[in-house]
């Protein structure tokens, strides 16, 4: 009889160390937006100087640039990326100079965090 208990309040322990467990992994989740989405806190580890920012953002530009022509296409981005950066397309050409990017988030076309009414569905 006294083995048959040890494993129910083996089994016991067990099952209130994986509920604890999970609760910690749902506390620490990140927010979502309603359509499921992670929504940005606008931190990222501490604040960026200006040139900081345009240095990540030309590395980003050239790793996505993947026959480095100094454009971005949709073959080169994916559908999904496209859509968003297609409103930078200023001359309509089908590619995406750093130029143009940088144009379009001067004029609140491209952003960063929520999703407003300037950007495509």
Known sequence: MKKISTRVGLGISVFALGACLSSLALADAPKTQENGRPQCSGEHGGKKT???RQQHAAERFKKAD???DGFLTQAEVGDKRW???Q??????????SQAEIAQAKAEGKLG???RGDKRPA
């Open 112 to 114: 960063h965090g929520k």
């Open 66 to 68: 993947k026959n480095a």
């Open 50 to 52: 200006e040139a900081e």
């Open 83 to 85: 859509t968003r950066l």
């Open 87 to 96: 409103v930078a397309d200023a001359n309509k050409d089908g590619k995406i």
